[in-house]
């Protein structure tokens, strides 16, 4: 009788270890699933990586900045690439970690659009990478609500809808 008694003690370690087991791998996963894109490439900054931009448009280079939705990218063979995270298909490099939300600071809530008005005010010459893996060298002049205004040259101002930008090249002209 005590054995088989042992025998079924063992059976029911033996399932109470595998529900065990099942929980703590539901969990992680549940855990996982809360995990943003952005937390990852905050928790990037410093390494270098790949990322494929809509159009097939691959750039290489450290991930410098982030902030609500956009990535600075130093490009090693010039100027940086500021980045709406909308327009990146895939990433190579990344960290293996993310960073909570709650731990970023002040500067990872700017948004795309403050960092493009930032560079509106600087003047700076830029490059605008549009959707069809054209870089067309410009002034930033205005951001409105869905398109940004541009000066090429001593031309007109054109528009650009933001759902054509791929990512900016700041200071070259």
């Known amino acids: 009788m005590q054995a088989i008694l042992d025998d079924l003690e063992q059976l029911a370690d033996g399932l109470h270890l595998r529900a065990r087991d099942q929980e703590v791998a539901e969990r992680a996963q549940a855990e996982y699933a809360a995990v943003t894109l952005m937390s990852k490439i905050h928790a990037s900054i410093g390494r270098e990586i790949t990322l494929v931009l809509a159009g097939s448009f691959p750039l290489r280079g450290v991930v410098e900045r982030t902030g609500d939705g956009w990535l600075l990218l130093a490009d090693p063979a010039g100027p940086e690439w500021l980045i709406p ?3 990146v298909r895939s990433l190579r490099g990344l960290s293996a970690k993310s960073v909570a ?6 500067s990872r809530s700017l948004t795309w659009r403050s960092v493009v008005r930032g560079l509106i005010d600087d003047g700076a010459p830029c490059g605008l990478l549009l959707d069809d893996a054209h870089v067309v060298r410009v002034r930033l002049v205005r951001a409105g609500a869905d398109f940004l205004e541009a000066q090429v040259g001593d031309q ?12 900016i090249r700041c200071g070259v002209l």
């Open 85 to 87: 995270v909308g327009s």
């Open 156 to 167: 007109e101002t054109v528009a650009v809808p933001w759902a054509a930008l791929r990512a």
């Open 101 to 106: 939300a709650e731990a970023l600071g002040v």
